[in-house]
C-alpha cells in the first residue's frame, strides 16, 4: 500500500534526494543537541549518587554513580545547617516576593484596563525606565537612604513589580466581557470586589503562569542578595550554593563541618560529590515541577512576545 | 454618553477621580514601586557630578561637574574594561544571538511532531537552572580533573591538565559556549511562535512553483520571522554597553581581569565593594546614555532599511 501511495504522489510533492538527506542530518544534530544539553545535568545526578572517594578517583563524565549508588552526602546536606537556613528563606521569598508581584501588578493593570482618561500618561511611566535607568550605583544608595538596605523587605519588593507582567495581565482583563464588570458595578460593587472577587478568578490560568515566572525567578536569584544582604541569616539558598561551589575556602569549611574527625586529605575526596550534591538539591523542586509546569512557560512567553 | 465639550479634561479627570477613585487607588503600589526602584534612581545619577561621601546628606556634597567621567576616561581601567565589554558583546552578537533562530529553524523543519516536542521540552531545560548552578558545573568541568581536561587529553597527546577558567584565552569560549548552552532553546520560542503565524498558502504556492525546501525557507520563512529577529536585534544592541556583571562575578578571578574585567563589573567592585560612588556612578551613566543611543540608531537603521522597528 505504502508503496503504492509514493507513486501516486505528483512529481513536485516528492522530496529530493538531497531532502532526504538533509532530513537526517537534522534529526542526527537534534540528538546530538539532547546530549549536549542533558549530559551535564546528568553529570552532576550521577556524581551526587557516586560513591564519594571512587568519584574523586574517576576522571570524565559519570555517566552512572561511580562505585555504586551512595546517598550519604544527601544525608549530610540536607541537615547541614546553611543549607536549611537558606531553603527556608528562598521558601520565604519565594512564597511572599510572589504573592506581592501577583497583588500589584493585577492592580496596577487593572487600572491601565478600566481606566482609559490616563492610559497614555501612566504607561509611558512604565515604559521609560526600560529605555534609561539610574543604574546599580544610585539604585544601591536610594535602597540605603530609604533603609532597605539589609532587610528582607527588599527581596520581596526588588523586581515585584514589571512592565512585562501588567501587559501580560491587562491583555487577560481585557479579554472578559465588559458587560461582567458593568453589571457587577450597577450592583454597587467597589472596584477592589469586582478585581477580588470577578476578575482575578476568571483569570486564574494567566496569574498561575504569571506566579511560575516569580517563583522561579526568586529560586533561582542571588545576584540581589548579594548586593542587598549581609546578615547570613537572611540569605537565600544560591547564595549558601554559591559559596561551596565557587569558593574554595568556603567549600573547605562546609567540608570540615561534614567530616569532623577526618583528616585535611580525607575530606579532599569529598569535594566534587559534596558539590555535585548540593547543586542537586538546589534545582531539584524546579526539575521534578518541570514536566508539569513547562506548557504554562511557553504559553507565558508567547503571550507576551505578541503583545510586547 | 454624551461628554459636553464645555468639560475640559481636568474636570473629566476630577469627576472620573470622584466616580472611580477605588481604581485609581490600585494604580498606588506600582506608581510608588516605580518611583523608588526606577525613578528615584534616575534622580540619584545626579551624584555623578558630585564629590559624594557616604558620610555626607546628597546635597551638602561639593559639585565637581565632570571630573569623574574625566578620571575614569583618562583611568588605566577605561581601555580595558571597554574593551572586554565590547569584545563579550560583539562575539554574544556572533554567535549566541543567531543560535536561536538556526535552532528554529532547524526545528521548523522536523516533520514528526511528538520528536519536536521531546527536543523542545529537553532544550528548554537549561533556562530553568540558576546561574550559579550552571557557573558551578562549568567550573567542575573545567577544573584540572575534570571532565572537559580529560576530554582534550584524549585528542592532544601531552596535554597537562589545568584549571581552564585560570587561563585567560580559555575565558571567553567558555562564558559564551555556557551562554549558548543555557539559552538556545528558550531563545527559539519567540521565533517558533513567529514561524507558526506565517500564512501556510505560500508554502503550498511556493511548492506549486518547484520550490524546494531550501528555496522555502530562504524566501519565505526567513522574511517571515524577520520583524522578529530585527526587533530582538534591536534590543540587543540597546545593551552594547553591558555585559551583566552576574555571570562574570561567578567566573571570573583576578588572574584572567585582563579579559574578563568589563564595565559592569568595574561598577560592582568600585561602586559596592569600596564605595566610590560618585566615580562608578558616572561610568554607568556613560555605559547607559551610550547603549540608549546605539539602541536609538539601530532603530533607525532598522526602519529606514526593512519598514521594522520598535517604535
Avoid at chain 1, 156 to 177: D, E, H, K, W
Avoid at chain 2, 151 to 168: D, K
Wanted: aromatic share 14%; with cysteine.
Amino acid at each position: 500500500m505504502k508503496t503504492n501511495y509514493r507513486k501516486k504522489t505528483a512529481p513536485w510533492l516528492r522530496r529530493s534526494k538531497g531532502e532526504k538527506a538533509f532530513t537526517v542530518f537534522n534529526v542526527l544534530i537534534m540528538l546530538v543537541l539532547i546530549a549536549i544539553t542533558l549530559l551535564p545535568m546528568w553529570h552532576v545526578f550521577m556524581g551526587s549518587l557516586s560513591d564519594p572517594v571512587s568519584l574523586f578517583l574517576h576522571h570524565g563524565v559519570a555517566l552512572y554513580p561511580i562505585g555504586g549508588i551512595s546517598l550519604d552526602m544527601y544525608k549530610n546536606v540536607i541537615t547541614d545547617n546553611n543549607f536549611l537556613t537558606g531553603y527556608g528563606n528562598t521558601i520565604f521569598y519565594a512564597v511572599f516576593g510572589t504573592l506581592t508581584t501577583l497583588l500589584f501588578c493585577s492592580m496596577g493593570a487593572y487600572t491601565l484596563c478600566r481606566r482609559r482618561m490616563l492610559n497614555n500618561a501612566l504607561t509611558t511611566m512604565l515604559i521609560i525606565p526600560m529605555f534609561f535607568g539610574g543604574g546599580l550605583i544610585p539604585t544601591y544608595l536610594v535602597m540605603r537612604m530609604l533603609g532597605l538596605l539589609y532587610t528582607r523587605t527588599i527581596m520581596i519588593l526588588m523586581g515585584s513589580v514589571s512592565l512585562y507582567y501588567i501587559i501580560v495581565l491587562r491583555t487577560a482583563f481585557s479579554a472578559l466581557p465588559d458587560g461582567l464588570i458593568e453589571s457587577a458595578k450597577i450592583d454597587g460593587a467597589g472596584d477592589f470586589m469586582v478585581l477580588f472577587r470577578i476578575v482575578l478568578p476568571l483569570t486564574k490560568a494567566t496569574l498561575a503562569v504569571i506566579g511560575l515566572f516569580s517563583v522561579v525567578g526568586h529560586w533561582n536569584s542571588w545576584y540581589t542578595a548579594y548586593i542587598y544582604l549581609k546578615d547570613d541569616s537572611m540569605m537565600p539558598l544560591q547564595i549558601f550554593l554559591r559559596r561551596i561551589l565557587l569558593e574554595k575556602t568556603a567549600t573547605q569549611q562546609e567540608l570540615n563541618n561534614f567530616m569532623s574527625g577526618s583528616s585535611f586529605y580525607d575530606s579532599m575526596m569529598y569535594v566534587d560529590a559534596m558539590q555535585y550534591t548540593f547543586a542537586m538539591v538546589a534545582t531539584l523542586p524546579i526539575l521534578v515541577a518541570y514536566p508539569f509546569v513547562q506548557r504554562y512557560f511557553v504559553k507565558g512567553v508567547m503571550i507576551g512576545a505578541i503583545k510586547g | 454618553m454624551v461628554v459636553n465639550s464645555k468639560n475640559t479634561l481636568k474636570k473629566r479627570l476630577a469627576r472620573d477621580f470622584k466616580r472611580n477613585w477605588q481604581s485609581y487607588l490600585m494604580f498606588l503600589p506600582t506608581a510608588v514601586y516605580y518611583i523608588i526602584f526606577c525613578y528615584l534612581p534616575i534622580y540619584g545619577i545626579a551624584i555623578a557630578f558630585l564629590d559624594y561621601r557616604p558620610a555626607l546628606k546628597v546635597f551638602s556634597s561639593t559639585y565637581v561637574g565632570l571630573k569623574h567621567f574625566a578620571d575614569y576616561f583618562s583611568g588605566m581601567y577605561f581601555l580595558r574594561n571597554l574593551k572586554n565589554t565590547l569584545v563579550l558583546t560583539l562575539l554574544s552578537l556572533l554567535f549566541e544571538f543567531p543560535a536561536p533562530i538556526i535552532f528554529a529553524l532547524m526545528l521548523n523543519e522536523l516533520r514528526n511532531m511528538r520528536f519536536k516536542k521531546i527536543v523542545q521540552n529537553i532544550t528548554y531545560l537549561p533556562h530553568f537552572v540558576s546561574t550559579v548552578v550552571i557557573c558551578g558545573i562549568l567550573t567542575m568541568f573545567v577544573s584540572s580533573n575534570g571532565a572537559l581536561n580529560a576530554l582534550i587529553s584524549l585528542l592532544v597527546p601531552n596535554w597537562e591538565p589545568t584549571n581552564l577558567l585560570a587561563i585567560s584565552a580559555w575565558f571567553r569560549p567558555l562564558f559564551i559556549g555556557s551562554n549558548i548552552w543555557q539559552g538556545f532553546g528558550w531563545g527559539s520560542i519567540l521565533y517558533l511562535s513567529a514561524l507558526s503565524s506565517i500564512d501556510a498558502e505560500l508554502y503550498e504556492a511556493a511548492l506549486m512553483d518547484g520550490a524546494s525546501r531550501w528555496k522555502q525557507t530562504l524566501h519565505i520563512t526567513l522574511p517571515g520571522i524577520l520583524p522578529t529577529i530585527s526587533l530582538m536585534l534591536i534590543l540587543r544592541c540597546g545593551s552594547i554597553l553591558s555585559t551583566g556583571a552576574e555571570k562574570i562575578i561567578l567566573l571570573y578571578s583576578p588572574a584572567i581581569y585582563d579579559v574578563s574585567d568589563v564595565l559592569d563589573t568595574y561598577i560592582f567592585r568600585e561602586g559596592i565593594s569600596r564605595s566610590q560612588y560618585s566615580h562608578t556612578a558616572a561610568v554607568g551613566m556613560a555605559v547607559h546614555t551610550v547603549g540608549l543611543a546605539i539602541m536609538l540608531l539601530t532603530n533607525t537603521i532598522s526602519k529606514r532599511l526593512s519598514g521594522n522597528g520598535l517604535f
